[in-house]
């Protein structure tokens, strides 16, 4: 069975920095993009960086680039999200997705994503 897990989250001051990790079991992790999502209440899952194992190409949102950094390890089939000068803005719960083809202009739409990990939440505090 494929299989995402997400982790990192946790409660962070403005500025502060956190990790993320998404560790995937079931399928090639050189094969597939994995994106980062993040979703609040009331509003819709939006892409927030996304890397493609196949060949390294990274995306950003414009609200994460400069701040946040995506890469990943497949010797651990894990990607991770390297997130610096957080904001109170940042504070959502943030998932992990598996595409075996992702785009560049599809990349943070979440319909292009497989599978998805069950989430991992990161509060900022002013």
């Known amino acids: 069975d494929v299989q995402l897990q997400a982790s990192g989250g946790g409660l962070v001051q403005t500025g502060g920095s956190l990790r993320l990790s998404c560790a995937g079991s079931g399928f090639t992790f050189g094969d597939v993009a994995i994106g980062w999502f993040r979703q609040v209440p009331g509003k819709e899952r939006e892409g927030v960086s996304c890397i493609s194992r196949r060949d390294g190409m990274t995306w950003y949102a414009d609200s994460a680039r400069g701040r946040f950094t995506i890469s990943g390890d497949d010797t651990k089939n894990t990607v991770y999200l390297q997130m610096n000068s957080l904001k109170p803005e940042d504070t959502a719960v943030y998932y992990c997705?598996?595409?075996?083809?992702?785009?560049?202009?599809?990349?943070?739409?979440?319909?292009?994503?497989?599978?998805w990990g069950q989430g991992t939440l990161v509060t900022v505090s002013s």
């Open positions: 997705g598996a595409a075996a083809v992702v785009l560049s202009r599809h990349w943070a739409e979440p319909k292009w994503y497989d599978y």
